[in-house]
């Protein structure tokens, strides 16, 4: 049986109190404030209610959020208590002083279809009630663009760029998308009213594509850089990070050129003949054909979950395999590969899916081709170690046997995803797949594609590093291809602190080497890694404070 006490040590009624608070946070300001995520993590009483995108619910949110920090802020400190002011904090930084909601025109667009796609997603209920429910969000979806149009004043001239970028897939996926998710849907009624609904929605993004295109893009000279400060106080509320931000530039440098380092003599050692950059384009043609992508996934997937139980490197709570699909239709604009896991509170739909996107059997061999670089064997090893075993799948498995509602709901980027790439090198590093120097060529290549997303992210956001440098950054110190280059530091400009992946490895490695130094002889990794991912998904702080019974630095 998992232990699930997560909390640090209170007294009963210290806990009984902040756990009281807790419950009346997430019932009376979290989920009717958020219903999108609502949906997600299983809470379905806000099914058919969305966001208030305008400044009025801005104001109202953050007049809310100051009296809740003042609640919290008079409890006795603990972990989870900190966790949940961390979370005010962080939301009322980018409410009052980042003001996103003011700069970022794709938050309204790209905020309405993801709020349709949690109804769509999975199979919570009967497919007219999930209609019934997203009839009634895309009521208010014109509203969102309306809102839009009153909030957005000057705006980096990137982000509405990638705003209009990314319109016709918005749009695209109400025409398309959305009314193939309900083809099993036969009441005429229902439908009828999903045709207006939804045809409301298409012709309120077509209004506001022009609108971004010919009022607001020549009006678009903003500054999307966050400054030294606000980027600090992003990554101590968001992560609990409070080091220095020209310490981390060291930090990041540092393990760039390591792993830059490896990545050349592990080339060497396939090639010698051939520079880096020619080795691991030959081993972006050593991929399966595309019908047979799925079961090279799913043996990828049971040979590692085998490999975990024989060699004892993480206990795994549930027998049961995430299911391995092809990406469903609405899905495959966002990803080639995905864990869709169900939310912490989601009693019906309880499946989780390994979704794989695989090429459209219309496209040109050649563009197949090109696409399937994108599978290569390492590739498919990294992606499979990432997304599920012993990646976001295990973790999500433990999740599952927390007490703490806190915990189960509220976490960090540096944990879940900090988590996921450290088990793509640590996997390695225990021996999977004998040491194949290709396996981690690929392994390494991943690396410093996070590598270069952490030092971009602070220089870009510090003004040290413009867009072009960027670019260029990433295709000569993260050995990444143009394309990919681009849209990596088009993302780098609204999120800001995608230096979490390396981070939160880095904080966990050197977690795990001082929790071996208190253990000594009597160390173990898989009684790390239950112990680590025992603590849910907060920042390393918290698991580090767990785990050693001390405040020392995470890195």
């Not at 043609?285 to 047979?292: F, N």
């Not at 896991?341 to 989601?346: F, Q, S």
């Not at 090429?359 to 399937?372: G, V």
């Not at 450290?422 to 396996?439: H, K, V």
Request: aromatic share 10%.
């Amino acid at each position: 049986m998992l232990l699930a006490s997560t909390t640090s040590q209170l007294n009963a009624q210290a806990q009984k109190q902040l756990d009281a608070l807790a419950d009346r946070f997430f019932d009376e300001y979290y989920f009717p404030n958020n219903p999108t995520t609502a949906t997600s993590d299983g809470i379905h009483k806000y099914d058919g209610q969305l966001e208030d995108y305008s400044k009025a619910g801005v104001v109202k949110r953050a007049s809310a959020l100051h009296d809740w920090e003042g609640q919290f802020a008079k409890l006795p400190q603990s972990d989870d208590r900190d966790l949940v002011l961390s979370y005010i904090r962080a939301s009322l930084l980018e409410l009052e002083t980042i003001r996103e909601w003011t700069k970022n025109p794709d938050n309204y667009s790209s905020g309405i279809t993801s709020s349709a796609f949690t109804i769509m997603a999975r199979k919570f209920a009967p497919p007219e009630q999930r209609l019934q429910s997203l009839i009634e969000r895309e009521k208010q979806m014109p509203k969102v663009l309306a809102d839009a149009r009153e909030n957005l004043s000057n705006p980096p001239r990137i982000y509405n760029e990638i705003a209009i970028e990314q319109l016709p897939g918005n749009i695209d996926f109400f025409k398309t998308d959305v009314p193939l998710a309900f083809k099993e849907v036969k009441d005429r009624k229902l439908l009828a009213e999903f045709k207006t609904s939804n045809q409301a929605v298409i012709a309120a993004l077509q209004q506001y594509e022009a609108y971004l295109k010919k009022d607001l893009l020549p009006n678009s000279n903003g500054d999307f850089r966050l400054g030294a400060d606000n980027f600090a106080k992003k990554l101590l509320y968001e992560e609990m990070v409070d080091i220095p931000l020209d310490r981390l530039l060291q930090i990041g440098f540092a393990n760039l050129r390591e792993n830059q380092q490896k990545l050349r003599e592990t080339a060497a050692k396939i090639d010698p003949s051939k520079t880096p950059q020619q080795v691991l384009a030959d081993l972006e043609k050593d991929h399966p054909a595309p019908d047979q992508l799925l079961a090279a996934f799913r043996e990828t997937v049971t040979k590692l979950r085998d490999y975990i139980i024989e060699h004892k490197i993480v206990t795994i709570p549930s027998p049961v395999l995430p299911i391995l699909e092809e990406t469903p239709p609405f899905m495959r604009a966002l990803t080639f590969a995905s864990m869709d896991t169900p939310g912490p509170y989601e009693s019906v739909a309880k499946e989780a899916f390994f979704n794989v996107t695989l090429p459209e059997k219309n496209w040109p061999k050649a563009q197949i081709e090109d696409y399937m670089h994108s599978f290569n064997r390492g590739t498919i090893l990294s992606t499979a170690d990432h997304e599920a075993y012993p990646g976001h799948y295990v973790q999500f498995l433990w999740v599952q046997h927390l007490d703490s509602k806190i915990r189960k709901l509220l976490g960090a980027n540096t944990d879940v995803e900090g988590w996921a790439h450290y088990c793509e090198q640590m996997m390695l590093d225990e021996g999977y797949a004998d040491n194949d120097p290709r396996m981690r060529l690929g392994q390494l290549q991943d690396a410093l594609l996070r590598n270069a997303r952490y030092i971009a992210g602070i220089e870009m956001h510090t003004g040290q590093m413009t867009f072009d440098q960027s670019v260029d950054f990433f295709e000569k110190e993260g050995y990444q291809p143009h394309e990919v280059a681009v849209k990596e530091t088009k993302r780098g400009t609204s999120d800001p602190t995608y230096l979490y992946y390396t981070l939160g490895k880095l904080q966990i490695l050197k977690l795990r080497e001082d929790y071996r130094k208190m253990k000594g002889a009597q160390f173990s990794l898989e009684e790390f890694h239950d112990e680590f991912l025992k603590q849910g998904y907060p920042p390393i702080k918290i698991v580090r404070h767990a785990l050693l019974g001390d405040n020392s630095p995470t890195l």
